[in-house]
């Protein structure tokens, strides 16, 4: 008898899928990277921020029909291929490979500095090694284990941004002071220097990060 070819079984539904694609543009970046971002450029980050999205917004547009011209599209690799050549689609495609490499790095060199925050003798080489360890046992797991656990991790992070921007509220209507000087208020968009001159040239480090990052990343 002839053993019957092995077929891949789709074991992901709609709500594993919807939810990894929320909390995997969720990372560590907003937690950690934001807070020293908006330190430094202040209330004209969200200029930046608005630029950047407005050009990532037409570029996926731009991606999107091109996907659509072509069912045969694996990537925007092949895509880069048919229309400029060869080489372009090699450079694009080992480019985002290097891209997620330094992603990693960066994901696992922000754990270990969240354990030291809470944990500051603890060896941050230990934490990245532990992470590391996860990550590896997470995709030994089945697809439909992995996708029960990257579910629920994904409600973890939309529940804390939320919770964040609920506490941000009651803060704001609150008037907290954090200092004798510094009172949590909306006018602070515009007041104490918000649209000057050195927080907007703050703002332009972030933005080149942002512009090369976010469509190389996406």
């Known amino acids: 008898?002839?053993?019957?070819?092995?077929?891949?079984?789709?074991n992901l539904s709609n709500?594993?899928?919807?939810?990894?694609?929320?909390?995997?543009?969720?990372?560590?970046?907003?937690?950690?990277?934001?807070?020293?971002t908006i330190h430094l450029a202040g209330p004209s980050l969200l200029l930046v921020y608005l630029i950047?999205?407005?050009?990532?917004?037409?570029?996926?547009?731009?991606?999107?029909e091109l996907l659509l011209s072509n069912t045969e599209f694996n990537s925007f690799a092949d895509i880069?291929?048919?229309?400029?050549?060869?080489?372009?689609?090699?450079f694009v495609g080992w480019t985002?490979?290097?891209?997620w490499i330094v992603t990693g790095m960066a994901e696992i060199t922000a754990v270990a500095t969240?354990?030291?925050?809470?944990?500051?003798?603890?060896?941050?080489?230990?934490?990245?090694l532990l992470c590391v360890l996860f990550l590896v046992a997470l995709n030994s797991l089945t697809v439909k284990a992995f996708?029960?656990?990257?579910?629920?991790?994904?409600?973890?992070?939309?529940?804390?941004?939320?919770?964040?921007?609920?506490?941000?509220?009651?803060?704001?209507?609150?008037?907290?002071?954090?200092?004798?000087?510094?009172?949590?208020?909306?006018?602070?968009?515009?007041?104490?220097?918000?649209?000057s001159r050195p927080a907007l040239k703050a703002s332009y480090s972030p933005f080149k990060w942002l512009y090369f990052h976010s469509p190389v990343s996406n």
């Open 80 to 90: 880069a291929s048919e229309y400029i050549g060869p080489w372009a689609g090699f």
């Open 147 to 195: 996708g029960e656990i990257e579910f629920w991790f994904s409600i973890i992070k939309i529940v804390t941004i939320l919770a964040l921007i609920v506490v941000g509220i009651v803060l704001i209507l609150n008037k907290f002071q954090a200092t004798s000087t510094s009172t949590a208020s909306v006018s602070n968009l515009w007041q104490h220097g918000a649209s």
């Open 1 to 10: 008898m002839t053993e019957s070819p092995q077929k891949l079984e789709r």
């Open 96 to 99: 985002y490979w290097l891209c």
């Open 52 to 64: 950047v999205g407005i050009v990532i917004f037409f570029m996926m547009r731009a991606l999107g």
């Open 15 to 36: 709500r594993h899928v919807q939810l990894i694609a929320i909390g995997g543009a969720i990372g560590t970046g907003l937690f950690l990277g934001a807070g020293k």
């Open 114 to 128: 969240y354990v030291s925050y809470w944990f500051p003798n603890f060896p941050n080489w230990i934490s990245a």
